[in-house]
Nanobody, 125 residues
Framework: VQLQASGGGLVQAGGSLRLSCVAS????????VGWFRQAPGKEREFVVA????????NYADSVKGRFTISRDNPKNTVTLQMNSLKPEDTAVYYC???????????????????WGQGTQVTVSS
């Protein structure tokens, strides 16, 4: 499966952005999808994952209550709504897909087989 992430940009602290990840090439509903982010000089870290059917979601503590993930399988799209953004949310955001069992929401980057190209999110203070 190929992934294309988009929607990043520059926003002030407290603002919102919506990221999209569009997939092509395989049956999208066979994959859990995760978002990761990487800030300069830091390791790529887990943000959130959604199960194949979208019924289970797994959020990192740092984004709980502020970020919401959803998916539309017929449209091969996963959306990440990011609200109440903070300067520490600044990073390149990557979507990734894992060919896995129903209900899984993996948080480790090594679980994911396919990665998009990343989209920059910058939050100014």
């Amino acid at each position: 499966v190929q992934l294309q992430a988009s929607g990043g940009g520059l926003v002030q602290a407290g603002g919102s952005l919506r990221l999209s990840c569009v997939a092509s090439g395989r049956t999208f509903s066979d994959y859990a999808v995760g978002w990761f982010r990487q800030a300069p000089g830091k390791e790529r870290e887990f943000v959130v994952a959604i199960s194949r059917a979208g019924t289970k979601k797994n959020y990192a503590d740092s984004v709980k209550g502020r970020f919401t993930i959803s998916r539309d399988n017929p449209k091969n799209t996963v959306t990440l709504q990011m609200n109440s953004l903070k300067p520490e949310d600044t990073a390149v955001y990557y979507c990734a897909a894992d060919y896995t069992v129903s209900g899984a929401t993996p948080s480790h980057r090594d679980s994911y087989d396919h990665w998009g190209q990343g989209t920059q999110v910058t939050v100014s203070s």
